[in-house]
């Protein structure tokens, strides 16, 4: 059997699932598929930047295979994997073979060193794209319209400040020098964020434009693991309606976390970082730890980091060298960053009926009464509805991805595995989730990355990771604890490493 992982971005999650698919008694053939030139996706060597945080509330990003090392290893992959990644090959269309024989999958890609192109075919495919392949510049920004605009200014978007890092630093000296030249970065996110501290911290002068910056935790000393790396979190993340004294109490907990974050990061109550999501309704949250001195709170405080908010840039002006804001004058830019996010990479690999075909396609919203009176949505997420499970979002990457992994490989071995009776059962679940994930996190536009906000577990992770387990008919919980301290109890990685001898064991009781 072949299963061909199709990496493009998130191939941490890509590793990992190859990793399980290959190892003991699952024995599959695998093959990834990565246009990238060494292991890492989003971590690869030729995205990072010095500067750039992990943004885990874990604190490390591993798997119960491994150790989290001290120092990257960029042919870790490869040592893990050998023999089994396809590097620099760009995926260009997936479709389904020929129907009348067994089924397949066609995957047309493109060597990008040597410009060859191929069909290669494979009898599963798992898509591992991640959320953050393909840089999202909206129309209006775009270089055509900078060009109508004779804006003659370097254009960046953040998904490539690692590959242009050098260049951006020879355009624009530091602020000290003769000639007076700015950065300008539109967005708030945490990309927006880590950039605008690197290069304020390398003495240019930057600019930060933003309507609403992601919320960040933040203490003045480390919390003990059992408050950071247990359920405590995930249980003050409940479901959508407060109705009850519990609920409010959550509620009102959040927004001391909120608070408490302010305080430790020292911003003022008339600051502009103070304009930011809610940390309970969004996903778009960052782990700031103990505040660092040179970090984009602190250097903003201290103004080294210019901020404009809330604005919104509209467009360029005719002058050549400045942007519009909607709130104000022009504002010089010598060098223009978008962090602007990313776009769904399916558009681009998946023609519309193949989409169909597998369930990635948008149909009118159904309405749940279980599920009344929201906050309000997005315009656009009023619109239409998923069809299926696309992606799991969630705060602990590594425990997700490990028992995900197992997942699919359970589901590919025809393993005993609790699922819905019918493909009608399985899509009204899954639109039911949908939905939920609409109501919970409202501030999210989901038409901008479907990629991404397919589904977020977010904070409730433990509890989506034991519903997984559960499905495989193995042990949920693996943390322990009392009915009194479970909540307390610290997850760890290494819960997961007798996962593949749990799934075997199944096996052969289910003979």
């Known amino acids: 059997m072949h299963v061909c992982r199709t990496e493009k971005t998130n191939i941490n999650r890509g590793l990992i699932t190859a990793r399980t698919l290959l190892t003991g008694a699952d024995g599959f053939d695998v093959q990834v598929i990565t246009r990238d030139r060494s292991p890492g996706g989003q971590w690869a060597k030729e995205r ?42 760009k995926i260009l269309k997936i479709s389904r073979g020929d129907t009348s024989g067994e089924p397949s999958c066609n995957i047309s890609v493109k060597n990008c060193k040597t410009g060859r192109l191929d069909i290669l075919r494979f009898y599963r495919v798992v898509l591992c794209t991640g959320g953050t392949s393909k840089a999202r510049i ?6 055509t319209v900078a060009q109508k605009a004779n804006f003659s200014q370097p254009i960046i978007h953040s998904a490539d400040f690692g590959n242009r890092l050098e260049d951006i630093l020879n355009i624009i000296p530091p602020s000290s020098s003769e000639i007076s030249r700015s950065i300008v970065i539109i967005g708030g996110g945490k990309s927006a964020q880590d950039i605008s501290a ?17 919320p960040s935790i933040a203490g003045a000393r480390p919390l003990p693991d059992f408050m950071r790396k247990s359920r405590l979190l995930s249980i003050l993340s409940p479901y959508i309606s407060l109705r009850t004294r519990l609920d409010k109490f959550v509620r009102e907990t959040w927004n001391s976390i909120m608070a408490d974050s302010f305080k430790a990061m020292g911003i003022r109550e008339d600051s502009p970082l103070r304009l930011t999501f809610s940390l309970f309704w969004n996903v778009q949250t960052n782990d700031e730890g103990v505040p660092r001195p040179n970090g984009f709170h602190a250097l903003v405080n201290e103004g080294k980091i210019n901020v404009i908010a809330p604005a919104r840039m509209t467009g360029y002006a005719g002058d050549g060298h400045s942007i519009l804001l909607n709130n104000g004058p022009s504002v010089k830019a010598d060098l223009l960053i978008l962090a602007t996010g990313y776009a ?27 599920l009344r009176d929201p906050p309000p949505l997005q315009p656009e997420n009023t619109k239409w509805s998923s069809s299926i499970y696309k992606a799991i979002l969630a705060t602990n990457d590594g425990y997700s991805f490990e028992v995900t992994a197992h997942w699919i490989s ?50 409730t ?9 559960e499905d495989m008919y193995l042990q949920s919980m693996r943390s322990g604890g009392n009915w ?13 490493a007798t996962l593949h001898e749990e799934r075997e064991a199944n096996r052969r009781k289910n003979v």
């Open 48 to 89: 990072i930047y010095p500067g750039l945080q992990l943004n885990n509330v874990h604190g490390e990003f591993r798997f119960s295979a491994r150790e989290t090392v001290s120092a990257p290893e960029g042919s870790t992959g490869d040592t893990l994997l050998p023999g089994k990644i396809m590097f620099e090959t």
């Open 138 to 143: 909206p129309d209006y920004l775009s270089s």
């Open 198 to 214: 690197y290069l304020a911290n390398q003495g240019r002068e930057v600019t930060v434009v933003y309507e609403r910056t992601g």
């Open 344 to 370: 769904s990479s399916w558009t681009d690999i998946f023609d519309e009926k193949t989409a169909a075909d597998i369930g990635l396609y948008r149909h009118q919203l159904v309405n749940y009464k279980s």
């Open 410 to 459: 359970s589901y590919f071995l025809g393993d005993k595995m609790n699922l819905p009776r019918n493909a009608d059962e399985a899509l009204k679940h899954a639109e039911r989730e949908a939905m939920w994930l609409f109501k919970r996190h409202p501030d999210l536009n989901l038409s901008l990355n479907e990629a991404c906000t397919s589904y977020s577990t977010f904070w």
């Open 461 to 469: 992770w433990p509890q989506y990771s034991d519903e997984l387990l």
């Open 484 to 496: 009194f301290t479970w909540p307390f109890q610290v997850i760890s990685i290494n819960e997961l």
